[in-house]
């Protein structure tokens, strides 16, 4: 298993729209396994494919405290969509920053297992707003793009400038 580098917004990559995934192989449970690592050691709740710069529509997740409820989703789609909730969120890919976000507080979804098997569950609280919010980045939609411009412009120059000067202390 490896950890996976976590592409950082602004980054483009980000907003590519991910394809099908085609065939559930040893490769593909093989990446499975590196974002759990990845998504664990980051910590984070959630990690979606694309986030590690690998543009096919998969996600794991696991909201428990200790690391015992794996979820990993491939192909997710959403089905239905009911209430409201408004919660904090965070993001892997967006290092340090959290605001409320607005999602559906249950849905209904069908996903490929692991196993290739299909299969529809429903997913309410926190494992519903994390599924909601790793859909997104399979999407190209990061947890910024529900805020007004003028927060995500603060956020973009902050992070870019952030970057800059880890790099720059990287080379002294």
Same mark, same amino acid.
């Given at each position: 298993?490896?950890?996976?580098?976590?592409?950082?917004?602004?980054?483009?990559?980000?907003?590519?729209?991910?394809?099908?995934?085609?065939?559930?192989?040893?490769?593909?449970?093989? =990446?499975?396994?590196?974002?759990?690592?990845?998504?664990?050691?980051? %910590?984070?709740?959630?990690?979606?494919?694309?986030?590690?710069?690998?543009?096919?529509?998969? =996600?794991?997740?696991? $909201?428990?405290?200790?690391?015992?409820? %794996? @979820?990993?989703?491939?192909?997710? $789609?959403? #089905?239905?969509?009911?209430g409201v909730i408004v919660t904090e969120e965070g993001c892997l890919s967006v290092p340090g920053?959290?605001?409320? $976000?607005?999602r559906a507080e249950h849905i209904r979804l069908r996903f490929v297992g692991r196993d290739g098997e299909d299969v529809e569950m429903e997913a309410s609280g926190l494992?519903? $707003?994390?599924?909601? @919010?790793?859909?997104?980045? #399979?999407?190209? +939609? #990061?947890?910024?793009?529900? =805020?007004?411009?003028?927060?995500?412009?603060?956020?973009? +120059?902050? =992070?870019?400038?952030?970057?800059? @000067?880890?790099?720059?202390?990287?080379?002294?």
């Open positions: 298993m490896a950890i996976l580098t976590i592409l950082e917004f602004p980054d483009p990559r980000l907003r590519t729209r991910a394809v099908p995934v085609e065939v559930v192989d040893d490769k593909l449970n093989a =990446l499975i396994d590196d974002m759990f690592e990845t998504m664990y050691a980051a %910590p984070g709740i959630g990690l979606a494919a694309s986030q590690v710069d690998v543009h096919k529509r998969l =996600l794991v997740a696991d $909201v428990s405290a200790d690391q015992s409820e %794996p @979820h990993a989703l491939i192909n997710p $789609v959403i #089905l239905e969509k009911d920053y959290y605001a409320e $976000v607005e494992l519903g $707003v994390c599924f909601q @919010h790793e859909i997104d980045h #399979l999407d190209g +939609k #990061l947890f910024v793009d529900y =805020l007004s411009e003028a927060k995500r412009q603060r956020i973009r +120059k902050r =992070l870019v400038r952030d970057k800059r @000067h880890q790099v720059s202390a990287a080379i002294m």
